[in-house]
């Protein structure tokens, strides 16, 4: 009689535990469900707090849908403010745009007059802090698109030689002015590069060194790797001592050695910051005196 009791009690304790696991797994599966669901508005970009179900008792739950709630909103602020900066962006490129216009036309018809020694100094130095002006803030207009995620980079694949012979032609006038032997070693060769941004960058990095060699040559040269492509830009010119050589991609460095020199610190960073949105980088080395050899590496895949 009292194992036929036992046995009905252990008869009892399963079917209870069985229950109660069938009970605990549905009710875990219906928490998972609803954190599934909450998690997929939330990258949809459609989760609201008033979209939680008020039969939710978990904490669990509860403490996620205020986290996304916080995140949704957070993700708006973030979104309003780009518009603002988007907004105040254009309005500063389309409020410059004419006074610029204006000072460097009127600059050049001064130039053309028939004016004394003095007054054409004066002339020629309206007319170059003009174009300084002008290039300073093109170039906060693009750091600022390109930082604010206005402008997407968007990679393609494409032949290297076309860019770069284009950023030959292009400088080739300014090394014959000052003298310089202008090198160029292209190649058939595919990466994966934004063809109008890319040409940006590396017009930067080619000005910079033509800008920074007294005597000598700079070479353009395209290079295969098994991952990357890269466009070597060499010079004979000043050099980077080592300290420096991560320091001139910050945004308004300049260095001791180059403050007489023009330029406001912006186009290695730009370089920097379109390759590295590529999914590429740039290389440095360099010694004093013997000049610098900038690596633009582009990925092949």
């Not at 696991?21 to 669901?37: A, P």
């Not at 300073?136 to 604010?148: F, N, Y």
Request: charged share 25%.
């Amino acid at each position: 009689m009292i194992e036929k009791i036992l046995v009905g009690i252990v008869i009892i304790v399963m079917a209870v535990a069985i229950v109660v696991v069938f009970f605990y797994r549905r009710h875990t599966k219906h928490i998972l469900q609803n954190l599934d669901r909450m998690l997929d508005r939330a990258i949809n970009g459609t989760f609201t707090q008033d979209t939680l179900d008020e039969t939710m008792y978990s904490a669990v739950e509860n403490k996620v849908g205020r986290y996304l709630a916080d995140s949704e909103l957070s993700a708006r602020n973030v979104k309003a403010e780009k518009e603002k900066i988007k907004t105040l962006i254009a309005d500063i490129s389309h409020q410059t745009k004419t006074p610029i216009a204006n000072l460097l036309l009127y600059s050049e018809l001064l130039q053309e007059k028939n004016l004394s020694g003095e007054e054409k100094e004066y002339a020629d130095k309206l007319h170059e802090q003009a174009e300084k002006l002008s290039f300073l803030i093109s170039s906060l207009v693009k750091m600022s698109r390109l930082e604010t995620g206005i402008v997407n980079v968007i990679p393609e694949q494409k032949n290297v030689a076309p860019m770069v012979e284009f950023v030959y032609r292009q400088l080739l006038p300014t090394t014959k002015e000052r003298g310089l032997e202008f090198l160029l070693m292209s190649g058939e060769v595919v990466a994966y590069f934004d063809e109008k941004w890319t040409t940006e960058a590396l017009h930067n990095i080619v000005d910079n060194a033509i800008k920074y060699t007294e005597k000598g040559s700079v070479t353009l040269r395209i290079k295969e790797y098994e991952m990357f492509v890269c466009i070597e830009v060499s010079d004979t010119g000043i050099g980077i001592c080592e300290d420096e050589q991560a320091k001139i991609f910050g945004r308004f460095y300049r260095s001791n050695d180059v403050r007489e020199k023009e330029g406001v610190g912006i186009g290695l960073y730009l370089a920097r910051q379109i390759i590295s949105s590529e999914g590429g980088f740039i290389k440095v080395s360099s010694k004093p005196g013997e000049g610098s050899v900038f690596g633009v590496y582009l990925a092949k895949k």
